[in-house]
């Protein structure tokens, strides 16, 4: 079953815009990470937080982590062109690297 | 470095037919997995391994057989095609030292089963 699930599952924003998606997860955590993937690729890893931290920083991402509500967000300021793709949360459970990943969110970013 | 390198990059093949994903990296990292991306249902752990000899089964094992005889290569076996299997194989990597680390993903091969 899945344990992330991804809000919006598509967003379409112009150039410059600030792009936020959404995570929601069931079980606890040991950490939460983020991953992009562009068209017919593999993905990449963005940001990691782990349980005890509730927000992370990295060049134009925020990510918030809020275990309370079993949520997170990832905040893409100053969106360009190249920041389209889809983008995925993953939430790391039982210890490993064993990494459960949501849904996606399809992040199209206009000229 | 070359990272994670999956080959092949597509693949088709008929319903019973076998064949080997593989899988390679070159970062010396203990931890291997195989995932499979499907639309609208993200990426599902198919079976992963902690080093070298050791493999154990993710979320969604039946059908794929696995083998870790070195470091380096994780091939996924199906030894059965059917056609549920189609979709987009990625493998992964990463350390494992007790630490929360992230994946390194292959590009992906995409499988086609008749």
């Known amino acids: 079953s899945q344990q992330g699930e991804e809000d919006p599952q598509a967003l379409s924003i112009q150039e410059g815009e600030n792009a936020t998606m959404n995570c929601s997860y069931k079980t606890s955590i040991n950490n939460l990470q983020w991953y992009r993937q562009n068209s017919g690729r593999g993905l990449v890893h963005l940001i990691l937080i782990r349980s005890n931290e509730r927000e992370k920083h990295s060049g134009r991402l925020r990510v918030t982590l809020d275990t309370s509500k079993k949520s997170s967000s990832l905040l893409i300021t100053a969106s360009r062109a190249a920041d389209t793709a889809s983008y995925f949360c993953a939430t790391e459970t039982g210890g490993g690297n064993k990494l459960t990943f949501g849904t996606g969110t399809q992040l199209k970013v206009e000229l | 470095n070359a990272g994670v390198t999956q080959t092949p990059k597509f693949q088709v093949l008929k319903t019973g037919q076998s064949m080997t994903l593989q899988c390679a990296q070159d970062m010396n990292h203990e931890y291997m997995s195989w995932y499979r991306q499907d639309p609208g249902m993200g990426l599902r752990l198919i079976h992963y391994?902690?080093?070298?000899?050791?493999?154990d089964q993710g979320e969604v094992p039946n059908g794929y057989n696995v083998s870790r005889s070195t470091t380096e290569d994780f091939p996924l076996r199906l030894l059965s095609a059917a056609p549920s299997q189609t979709s987009v194989y990625f493998c992964?990597?990463?350390?494992?030292?007790?630490?929360?680390?992230?994946?390194?993903f292959g590009s992906g091969t995409q499988l086609s089963v008749l």
């Open positions: 992964a990597s990463s350390l494992r030292d007790g630490k929360f680390e992230k994946l390194f």
């Open positions: 391994s902690v080093g070298a000899g050791i493999t």
